[in-house]
Nanobody, 121 residues
Framework: QVQLVESGGGLVQSGGSLRLSCVAS????????MGWYRQAPGKERELVAG???????NYADSVKGRFTISRDNAKNTVYLQMNSLKPGDTAVYYC???????????????WGQGTLVTVSP
């Protein structure tokens, strides 16, 4: 079983940068696609960025060119580098490990506890 622990959130001024980290404990991290989601007050959770086990990435239109997702399989860690932050990026950010089937065994989707990012004007 894999557990996810996020860190790196905090308060930053508009235009600033933060780097979120998500450490996955347990096995099969390198076989899972990973993602970062966010949920702002009163809004639904939305995908921010995703990265496949092979390193292919995708981004929400709202963060393209500003955010970068990456992974270090040796450290069981996925990162979200956030630059040029805007007040609209304020949200709780969640790390996600996608469901994976290995040797006919299903390992379900997992979520971290979330880390708060607040961007002041």
């Amino acid at each position: 079983q894999v557990q996810l622990v996020e860190s790196g959130g905090g308060l930053v001024q508009s235009g600033g940068s933060l780097r979120l980290s998500c450490v996955a404990s347990g096995t099969n991290f390198n076989l899972r696609a990973m993602g970062w989601y966010r949920q702002a007050p009163g809004k639904e959770r939305e995908l921010v960025a995703g990265i496949t086990s092979g390193g292919n990435t995708n981004y929400a239109d709202s963060v393209k060119g500003r955010f970068t997702i990456s992974r270090d399989n040796a450290k069981n860690t996925v990162y979200l580098q956030m630059n040029s932050l805007k007040p609209g990026d304020t949200a709780v950010y969640y790390c996600n490990a996608r469901e994976v089937v290995i040797s006919l065994i299903r390992y379900p989707e997992l979520w971290g506890q979330g880390t708060l990012v607040t961007v002041s004007p």
